[in-house]
């Protein structure tokens, strides 16, 4: 059962990194760093956001709080100085961070407890705390860049007025069999 949850949340988080990764492939440098207003948060902002926590949360996830001293999640909705490529690198700084950890878990860990901002998780609560906070930002770099690039946007998901040929698809070449 553990691994198998394990593997679930391995694939759920590969399958956001990929929306993302997605999403950065269709934008341009400037369209990373726009911001709708002022108050409002650019893609780079959301980026550096998961980054330091990624950092935070999943490095010694086993043996120290989740947030850790040395993470200013207050800076990481500053401005970035950065160009695209330092952003990709620590987007994939911070996916390599979580995957390392979810790769060393043992069955065993699952019996520990761990904790965020001093309070106590389970194990699985604390990758589900996760599993939930990382969709909804990657959600919100998606809607970004569909909103920044209108018509030219490549759908990443089932196209508007397609699902009929895709659940045909799915009929004929089933993706997945337990």
Same mark, same amino acid.
């Given at each position: ?87 990709? /690198?620590?987007?994939?700084? $911070?996916?390599?961070? %979580?995957?390392?950890?979810?790769? +060393? #878990? ?33 959600? /919100?770099?998606?809607?970004? $860049?569909?909103?920044? %690039?209108?018509?030219?946007?490549? +759908? #990443? ?22």
């Amino acid at each position: 059962m553990v691994s198998d949850f394990l593997s679930s949340a391995k694939s759920q988080f590969a399958y956001y990194k990929k929306l993302g990764d997605a999403t950065f492939n269709q934008l341009s440098e400037d369209q990373l760093f726009h911001k709708y207003d002022a108050p409002s948060n650019s893609i780079a902002n959301i980026v550096m956001h998961m980054h330091g926590n990624m950092l935070s949360r999943w490095t010694d996830f086993l043996t120290t709080d989740g947030e850790k001293p040395w993470r200013h999640r207050d800076r990481e909705f500053e401005d970035p100085l950065v160009n695209k490529a330092a952003l990709l /690198q620590r987007w994939e700084e $911070g996916w390599a961070c %979580l995957f390392q950890a979810l790769n +060393s #878990l043992r069955e065993s860990d699952f019996a520990k407890v761990i904790y965020i901002r001093n309070e106590a998780h389970s194990v699985v609560e604390g990758i589900n705390r996760q599993l939930a906070h990382y969709p909804y930002h990657v959600g /919100q770099i998606v809607f970004i $860049g569909k909103m920044l %690039l209108g018509n030219q946007w490549e +759908s #990443l998901s089932i196209p508007k007025g397609k699902s009929a040929d895709y659940n045909i698809s799915m009929l004929t070449n089933p993706k997945k069999q337990f």
